[in-house]
């Protein structure tokens, strides 16, 4: 790389602290305090989600697998019912370790489209541009480091073709509910006529099952939690006292909010750079939704946002769906 593009990568780190910072500072000056769990993600996070998604609780890779390994033919021809040329674009992409399925399949019938990748973590990127390279040599692919409308901005400007765009793994659970319908709305206006959204939604199921996968016994799930502490220490000089703060988890079966929490665990002060924030015994930090749906639930999010709903594809045991809307 010449300096110039080093020096430039120097400025956009410097600026995506800057907004960590800010987002850390806002969120633990709210009532209740906030942390976002779009932070997760570093490379620590990255390695503590891929160990989630390999935990006998967390039931949603299994199922999202199960339609990704067995009904592959089915989301091709889903996709590919206009037989033109497309951009695949994967919002939140991770290592791509359900769509890779879909990819090769693709390759194999010798579809003509471009996988565009994008996710908030560079590095998880990296990791499946290594993968694909190795797997898929000759795919054509561009990945897109950053936030999931900047980079579908971006990718449009890329895109001239048909868009297809993958939205899963319930990655659409970690937004409240009014911004899972704003999020919709968006992104049917940055699509044409003939575009076509594949999004995975996580059922409303028995709710034992569903808080297990989010409170497993050996403290996968709290250890993730607590990382973003960690982070905000190493990345924003900070002084969080990590073993002072419990993981919390709930699930509400009316709503299907599963929420998490930190507790401090006594009362406490923290410095975040420059400021100071006051915390009281048992104070909740609130920091992420995991939203479950029912089918009811995604069609009137299609409906309202302008989608047609398509076609629905589940697991055998219909804990899981991935629906197809046009636009
Ligand atoms: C990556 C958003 C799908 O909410 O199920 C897993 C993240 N958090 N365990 C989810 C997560 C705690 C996960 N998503």
Redesign the pocket.
Known sequence: ATTSTIEKNIEISKQNTEHFKEDVHAGLRQSPKYLNSKYFYDQYGDSL?QK?MAMPE?Y?TRCEMDIFKNQTAEIASVIRAEQTPFDLIELGAGDASKSIHLLEYLKKQDADFRYMPIDISGNILSVLEKKLSKHLPDLDIECLQGEYFDMLYKASQLSTRRKVILFL???I??MEMEDVYRFCFELRKNLNKGDVVMIGFDLKKEPNTILNA?NDSNGV?AA?NLNLLHRINRELDADFIVDQFEHYETYDPVSGACRSYLISLQEQQVNVGDQTFHFLENEPVYM?V?QKFSLEDTRKIASQSGFEPHYNIMDSREWFVDTFWTA
Do not use: D, P, Q, W
Request: aromatic fraction near 28%.
């Open positions: 989600f989630i967390y949603l793994g319930s990655n659970g970690n989010y799930t993730f992420e995991s």
